[in-house]
């Protein structure tokens, strides 16, 4: 990205004299230039004829998206869509415990937090979080089988919660970070604290009539010392679960 195409023409040239020391060249072709904030794309588009390079409006900078917002959020939602796809794969197993391990360990949250955190101002939208949630939650209520759709809002938030809170561990987007004019932050250890309670608050409203889940949620959220449900989604239990289904 750059604001003056005389300039550009200077730098280009300096890059191929130092390329040229040590036997290399800079191949035009495969350039691309992105305009920078201010700059008329008429301008970037003269400038790249006469270098022989393309114009983009947004590209790829050490995996971060720079240039257009538009476009740049375009980028970041094809990141979490080819995400989703490799989650799906682990789908073929018909191993609900392997789907909570892989989410445990590798879910969206987990692979794309630092793109939606790096991103520039306007990148990250409201409808753009809401489409990670929505797959989020499709991920989720694939590994309660036939019980899926009828997974309650109780139910997700205990998968949500940390493993020694009680909960599956899973890592999700509303959990890691916020999204606060324009850019999206990941939550400080005191915000986190403070939703884990209020999730577990939420939780424990929602089985007020049922006594017999009541207690055993206070009995999970209890063991603050050890990982209650850590054993859903290790291996001995992926492999005694493929045993029993037999």
């Known amino acids: 990205a750059w604001k003056c195409g005389a300039a550009l023409s200077v730098v280009v040239e300096v890059l191929r004299g130092e390329l040229a020391l040590v036997g290399l060249s800079l191949s ?24 022989g390079m393309k114009v983009a409006d947004a590209v790829k900078l ?18 979490v869509e080819k995400r989703v796809a490799l989650l799906e794969k682990v789908w073929t197993l018909d191993c609900p415990f392997g789907e909570v391990q892989v989410l445990r360990s590798a879910g969206i949250m987990d692979a794309v937090h630092w ?25 989720i209520r694939h590994f309660f089988g036939q019980y899926g759709d009828d997974v309650s809002d109780a139910q997700l938030r205990q998968v949500e919660m940390p493993l020694k809170a009680g909960g599956l561990g899973v890592l999700s987007l509303q959990r890691h970070g916020v999204l606060r004019n324009g850019v999206f932050v990941a939550r400080s250890v005191a915000e986190r604290t403070a939703w884990d309670k209020a999730s577990s608050a939420a939780i424990r409203a ?41």
Do not use: N, Y
């Open 28 to 51: 035009s072709d495969k350039c691309e230039l992105v305009p920078g904030r201010g700059v008329a794309k008429e301008d970037v588009r003269a400038s790249a004829e006469g270098l």
């Open 115 to 139: 793109v939606f955190e790096g991103a520039a101002r306007g990148v990250i939208t409201d409808e753009l979080v809401a489409f990670a949630r929505e797959q989020e939650l499709r991920l």
């Open 206 to 246: 929602a089985l007020v009539g049922d006594k017999v889940a009541l207690r055993r949620w206070a009995g999970l959220e209890a063991c603050d010392t050890h990982k209650p449900l850590a054993w859903i989604g290790c291996s001995h239990s992926i492999i005694a679960a493929a045993e029993l289904a037999k």
């Open 62 to 79: 050490l995996g971060m998206p720079v240039g257009d917002i538009a476009t740049a959020t375009r980028m970041v939602k094809a990141l």
